[in-house]
DNA sequence: CGAGTAGTTGAGTGGCCTCAAAGCGCGTGG
DNA sequence: CCACGCGCTTTGAGGCCACTCAACTACTCG
């Protein structure tokens, strides 16, 4: 069982969870609850979030559907109700950066005043999602009609701003082995789940798309988790990773170049 | 001053200004006028603003001179109300980041809801500069007591979280060649002058600092800024960049890698 | 005018990207 | 249930960009 080699007698399928194809849309209940969870929202009653349902509108994504493209003119507030969304930014040579994985609870879109902006990223359901949908007048008007949500959103931010200044720094001054152990690292605390193999992160996880997230590319991302499965700090496999070896991978995440 | 035009290298002081030594403290009416201009009490009345002031404390910081400290605890917000100010990150093998350089009006410091939390990241007067310093609870009374402030602090955190994802992909997708050119565009628009040299940009900086900028060695900066000036497309001294043609820093700032 | 600091430049090295092709996991169809 | 095959993954060879180390130049200030 300790031997990893080339053996292939247990013919598993991915360990990953399966997404339900029926949770594409949810119930009102479901979009009740949802609403009544979201870290924004929470010095609301439930009566007053109970009379914010209508302002949202749910639709479902398929896995890899757009939500939005960069460029588009942002003119709404978007919400996971259920599954994943990644915030991406395409460059002006098509190398693309995975800038953010977005999970239940989780907000995107515009929060700027007036909808005149534009998206400068876009918005792809990773798998099948739930997502509910305000528009940016409306979303204004929840914000002026109850002044703390706007406390805890500044509360937010402020967190996803000093969370995108430490990507700045991981991505300036790691080596690509250290980066990518990082982000395993914070997968695994953010997405992962108790498994025979270690904390599994739990989400469709490629090489390409670890390397989006590491501003590398596909061959190194892939160079660098081989060498950590032979090592037995990780273990992978066809678009999923499990951390085997937390302590020895934050290691790996704090040697310099 | 008797040597009047002389060859290239003509015997000039730097053509930045010199930052009078008596700003170290402002005065009580230009503390009240910095607050009057800042962005997110821009809802407020002028009386109501009036009454903000006592909850600010002005102090005075030498060049180079510390603000705070990454690791210390995060107690205090602060205001620039003259001078700049940069938010520095300090890697684990010694390399900094300069994460951002804040001019007049702009906040940094605690915006969470607690002050128990650390400052993930240091400040530093670039230049002699006034800086107001407000409590985290203060401010907490502020934003509970006017709530057009947390709306628009919503607005300017958002514009903040784009611009880091910016830097993330410019530092992730570009050659340092690019990155240095984006830089010093963005820092022309932000801090430049006319001059006759060019677009002067009225800050001191160093190659090193650069470099911390783009993520990179002061030599890479240097050769950077050496080919920049040698092909005319910015001037250069001690200290200080001007740049003589934005539209060909531009085309450098878009070549891939 | 001398000392200290900022900036420049060169040579050498190594990490990472590029291009290319073989290897296999996993869902699907038979 | 098994085998097929798509496409994700791995591995190799070669080359370039940028970092490192090091010496030298040129400003600025006391």
Do not use: N
């Not at 507030?77 to 190398?95: E, M, N, W, Y």
């Not at 402020?158 to 969370?163: F, H, I, P, V």
């Not at 695994?188 to 789940?193: I, N």
């Not at 498994?195 to 390397?211: D, N």
């Amino acid at each position: 069982m300790a031997t990893t080699g080339r053996k292939p007698p247990a013919r598993r399928a991915s360990p990953l969870l399966r997404h339900a194809v029926e949770t594409a849309h949810c119930t009102h209940a479901v979009k009740l609850s949802v609403l009544r969870q979201l870290p924004f929202l929470a010095d609301l009653t439930d009566s007053e979030v109970q009379g914010l349902c209508g302002i949202f509108r749910d639709t479902g994504y398929a896995s890899g559907q757009a939500v939005y493209v960069a460029g588009e003119p942002a003119r709404r507030l978007f919400v996971v109700a259920s599954g994943k969304v990644k915030i991406v930014r395409t460059g002006p040579d098509g190398q693309d950066l995975l800038v953010d994985m977005l999970s239940d609870g989780d907000f995107f879109g515009s929060l700027e005043r007036l909808g005149e902006e534009r998206y400068s990223e876009g918005a792809v359901a990773h798998v099948q999602s739930c997502v509910l949908a305000a528009s940016a007048e409306d979303f204004q008007s929840i914000l002026a009609r109850f002044p703390p949500v706007s406390v805890r959103l500044v509360s937010i931010l402020a967190g996803r701003l000093r969370s995108a200044h430490e990507k700045l720094q991981m991505l300036s001054g790691l080596s690509v082995e250290a980066r990518i152990a990082s982000i395993l690292l914070r997968l695994a605390s953010r997405f992962g789940e108790a498994h025979p193999l270690g904390t599994l992160i739990q989400l469709p996880l490629s090489r390409e798309e670890l390397a989006e997230m590491a501003g590398t590319t596909t061959e190194s991302a892939s160079r660098v988790t081989s060498r950590f499965s032979r090592d037995g700090l990780i273990r992978t496999g066809r678009r999923w990773v499990a951390v085997s070896d937390r302590d020895r991978l934050a290691v790996a995440a704090e040697s310099g170049s």
